[in-house]
């Protein structure tokens, strides 16, 4: 079993920057991949991000590429994404997921254990 619970989420203006923080208990943290999905209000939900177990590889929607960072701290059992430049299409509630393998994907269905999630809303 894993849990994980989401934190850092908020109201913030057009431009700004939030980070988001999924604190993971359980089974051997740095043994699998984590990602990052969201879900606006009326609309499914999608992928945003994700990181290798070892952080040094990971894998952007092109709707926050070069804006949305993914990073991850082993020793702390936590991954991160930090958000830059937010834009009014970027408020949704955020939740981490864990991917029992190494290597993630960008399927919601590949993720065995999902976090309650986090909101953000971003105003223009």
């Known amino acids: 079993q894993v849990q994980l619970v989401e934190s850092g989420g908020g109201l913030v203006q057009a431009g700004g920057s939030l980070r988001l923080s999924c604190a993971a208990s359980?089974?051997?943290?740095?043994?699998?991949?984590m990602g990052w999905f969201r879900q606006a209000p009326g609309k499914e939900r999608e992928f945003v991000a994700a990181?290798?177990?070892?952080?040094?590889?990971?894998y952007y929607a092109d709707s926050v590429k070069g804006r949305f960072t993914i990073s991850r701290d082993n020793a702390k059992n936590t991954v991160y994404l930090r958000m830059n430049s937010l834009k009014p299409e970027d408020t949704a509630v955020y939740y981490c997921?864990?991917?029992?393998?190494?290597?993630?994907?960008?399927?919601?269905?590949?993720?065995?254990?999902w976090g309650q999630g986090t909101q953000v809303t971003v105003s223009s």
């Open positions: 997921a864990a991917h029992m393998r190494p290597i993630p994907g960008v399927t919601e269905s590949l993720y065995n254990y």
């Open positions: 359980g089974r051997t943290f740095s043994s699998y991949a």
């Open positions: 990181i290798n177990w070892s952080g040094d590889s990971t």
